[in-house]
């Protein structure tokens, strides 16, 4: 394996440069009572410097995730009886996701047998470049012998638990101790990107593995990995392979964790004021 330690870089802006340029996302995200993490991950997206960011939802939260965020485009989407995404969302989901460069599934969309059906259409779609966080991970963990299936380009973003969770699926030993390791196998067995988050991130796929140094305890706090989700379909959809954009957007999200402790304290941070310390975070970057 590997260790990369240099940290991916976008390319300049050149001067005569459209929206276009900077990449389409997709964000399929929320159900009933959680259209803040849609929302979260649009915002991110926006921030991360995607140039058109489309988000899909459950028709009945639409309005709210619209009025949030007024710079993204909204597609609304069957729900079932508990305000969750439904299988005959199916056909809208692909639709929009073929009209994008990139795209990303879970916060905030619960589990249930629609959204695990809109999992296994995504990712065995050839050619679709896919970041799976929270309840997407969890929807992938009830499909049986899924890596069989996987035809798109995975980034897989899960904390301990869904890590645990995912593990459980493919494997039938017990996951290893070490965080590296375990984040390295997985990826090798399953041909994604993994993303295992925690103290010092660890960005994996089969041959490399990076550390990340950035971050700190204040980003313990709800809609931080929704913020990651965002900033790295973002870095997805301008151009970078998914394993740079996962290193990419592991360092930056964490960055601008450490920017906004040195402006709030750790105890009071919120996902938001991580997302409003992006636009800090890439401009150190840029220097």
């Known amino acids: 394996m590997q260790i990369v330690t240099e940290i991916p870089r976008l390319k300049p802006r050149k001067r005569n440069a459209h929206k276009g340029d900077f990449g389409k996302v997709c964000i399929i995200a929320g159900s009933l009572g959680m259209s803040g993490a849609a929302a979260i991950a649009a915002r991110s997206a926006l921030r991360g410097g995607a140039g058109l960011v489309r988000v899909a939802v459950p028709w009945s939260i639409l309005p709210i995730v619209a009025g949030i965020e007024p710079c993204c485009t909204t597609t609304g989407l ?9 299988a005959s969302a199916v056909v809208s989901v692909l639709e ?7 795209v990303a599934v879970g916060p905030g969309t619960a589990v249930g047998p629609g959204c695990k059906a809109v999992i296994q ?17 969890n929807n992938l963990a009830a499909i049986t012998d899924w890596p069989s299936a996987v035809k798109a380009s995975l980034i897989l973003t899960p904390h301990p638990g869904e890590m645990s969770r995912l593990w459980r699926s493919v494997f039938r030993q017990r996951s290893p101790t070490d965080r590296t390791t375990l984040a390295h196998n997985f990826a090798a067995r399953t041909s994604t990107v993994v993303v295992l988050k ?30 990651l989700t965002g900033v790295i379909v973002a870095l997805v959809g301008q151009g970078l392979d998914i394993f740079d954009a996962a290193v990419l957007g592991a360092y930056v999200h964490g960055l601008a964790g450490d920017i906004a402790a040195g402006d709030l304290g750790e105890v009071s941070m919120i ?14 970057l840029e220097k």
């Open 78 to 86: 069957d729900e079932d009886d508990e305000g969750r995404i439904a």
């Open 96 to 102: 929009a996701a073929a009209h994008n460069d990139a």
């Open 121 to 137: 259409a995504l990712i065995s779609r050839p050619g679709l470049q896919v970041v799976m966080d929270a309840d997407g991970l």
């Open 198 to 227: 925690g103290h010092h991130t660890i960005v994996a796929d089969a041959k490399r593995v990076y550390v990340n140094t950035t971050g700190n305890p204040g980003m313990a706090t709800g809609g931080s990995g929704d913020v």
């Open 271 to 284: 996902a938001t004021d991580i997302v409003e310390a992006l636009p800090k975070a890439f401009m150190t």
